[in-house]
C-alpha cells in the first residue's frame, strides 16, 4: 500500500494533526478496517447457516434434515466463501436432501454424500433443467460431499440448443402437476409458475419479479401481466388459473411470497421444491410461442410481448410449428381478407 500520497495530501488539507497521532493512524487503522470487515463476512455466514429455514419445506420435515445440512454446509463451504456462495450451497443441499428423502435412495445423512447418489440427483436435474445447470449443481454437491471435482468431456453444444415445446397432453399435464402438489403453498407456487411461463411466456428472472399489483385487467375483461416495459394477455386457458393465484395483497409475489431471494436460483430452488417431474421453464416459455406462431399472431407484436428484439425463436421453432394445409395456402397468400 502506497501512503506517501496519501500522507501528503492530509497533512496539506489539516495542519492541525501531530506526528504522534498521524503514526497511530498508519499503524492502526488500516489493519482494524481490514479485520472487521474479514469479521463480519465470516459471522454473517455462520449467522446465516444457523439460521437458514427453507420456507418450501414443512417444519417436520425441516426438522429432520436440518442438522445433516447445517453441519455439511458449516463444515465445507463456509470460510471464505461470500454469502451469496452459501445461500446457493444451503438451497441446492437442501433441494437435493429433499430428493433423497421422496426417492428413498438412502437416508438423509452422510450416506447420501456419496458419488453414486449425487450422479443419480444430477439425472434426475436434467429432465429439469438445461444440462448446464445440473452440472454447476453436480459439482457443487461434489464440493459439499468432499469428492474432487472432475474434468469431463463437454456433453452439450455451448451454443443454446432450441427446448423442445411441451405437447397437449403434457400442458395437462404440467396443470395437474400444479395442481396436485402437498401443500397449499406449493399448489400457489406451481399455479403462478406455470401461468406465467405457459400462459404468458415470461423468463424465470420475470416470474420472480411479478407482484398481484402486475396483475392487470385488460379491455377484454380478461387478464394480463404488466411488467415495466411492456404488457401480456394471458392465454384464454390460463385466465382462471391467474386469478386464482390473487390474495389482494398487492405488494405480494406471485412466486414464493414468503421468500425474499429474487434470483434465478431461488426460482430454480422453488421448482426443485415442487418435486420430481416439475417443467422447465425454456420449455413453457417456448410452448407459449409456438402457440402464438400456430395461430399466427403477428409475429411483431408477438416479439414485443416476448420482449425479444429479433425474431430468431423463428429458426429455433420452424421444426415444431404447423403449417396451414396446402388447399388454404393460396387463399392465405392472397390475403382475400384485406381486399375491399
Known amino acids: 500500500m502506497n501512503t506517501s500520497l496519501n500522507l501528503s495530501s492530509f497533512i496539506a488539507d489539516s495542519g492541525q494533526m501531530t506526528t504522534e497521532s498521524l503514526h497511530h493512524d498508519l499503524a492502526v487503522a488500516p489493519y482494524t478496517t481490514e479485520v472487521r470487515t474479514s469479521h463480519e463476512v465470516v459471522m454473517n455466514n455462520h449467522d446465516y447457516i444457523n439460521n437458514y429455514t427453507p420456507m418450501f419445506l414443512e417444519p417436520h420435515v425441516w426438522t429432520d434434515m436440518a442438522g445433516f445440512i447445517r453441519d455439511t454446509v458449516h463444515r465445507q463451504y463456509s470460510e471464505g466463501r461470500k454469502l451469496r456462495d452459501t445461500e446457493r450451497a444451503l438451497s441446492t443441499l437442501t433441494s437435493f436432501a429433499e430428493w433423497v428423502l421422496i426417492t428413498g435412495v438412502t437416508s438423509v445423512d452422510e450416506a447420501a454424500l456419496n458419488e453414486r447418489v449425487i450422479n443419480s440427483y444430477t439425472s434426475h436435474r436434467k429432465s429439469e433443467v438445461e444440462a448446464p445447470v445440473a452440472e454447476r449443481e453436480r459439482k457443487l454437491m461434489r464440493t459439499l460431499a468432499g469428492l474432487a471435482n472432475t474434468v469431463e468431456k463437454r456433453t452439450v453444444a ?56 402486475d396483475v392487470v385487467e385488460l379491455a377484454d375483461g380478461m387478464l394480463g401481466v404488466q411488467l ?18 390473487l390474495t389482494g395483497t398487492p405488494s405480494q409475489y406471485l412466486v414464493s411470497p414468503k421468500s425474499e431471494m429474487r434470483d434465478k436460483p431461488a426460482m430454480t430452488s422453488t421448482l426443485q421444491i415442487c418435486g420430481p417431474g416439475s417443467p422447465s421453464p425454456q420449455r413453457m ?41 396446402a388447399s388454404e395456402q393460396a387463399a392465405s397468400f392472397r390475403l382475400a381478407t384485406e381486399v375491399k
Not at 415495466?228 to 393465484?245: C, F, G, K, M, Y
Not at 410452448?287 to 416476448?306: E, G
Request: glycine content about 2%; proline content about 4%.
Open 285 to 325: 416459455r417456448a410452448t407459449w410461442l409456438l402457440a402464438h406462431v400456430d395461430a399466427s399472431t403477428n409475429v411483431f407484436a408477438l416479439m414485443a410481448a416476448a420482449g425479444l428484439s429479433a425474431p430468431d425463436f423463428l429458426r429455433r421453432l420452424a421444426s415444431f410449428a404447423s403449417f396451414t394445409p
Open 228 to 245: 415495466a416495459d411492456r404488457t401480456i394477455p394471458v392465454l384464454a386457458a390460463w385466465n382462471d388459473e391467474l386469478a386464482s393465484t
Open 158 to 213: 455451448t451454443t443454446a440448443t432450441p427446448s423442445t415445446p411441451y405437447s397437449l397432453v403434457e400442458q395437462e399435464e404440467i396443470r395437474y402437476w400444479a395442481h396436485w402438489q402437498q401443500t397449499d403453498y406449493r399448489t400457489r407456487n406451481a399455479t403462478a409458475i406455470a401461468t406465467l411461463a405457459l400462459g404468458c411466456g415470461l423468463t424465470t428472472a420475470e416470474m420472480a419479479r411479478v407482484r398481484e399489483q
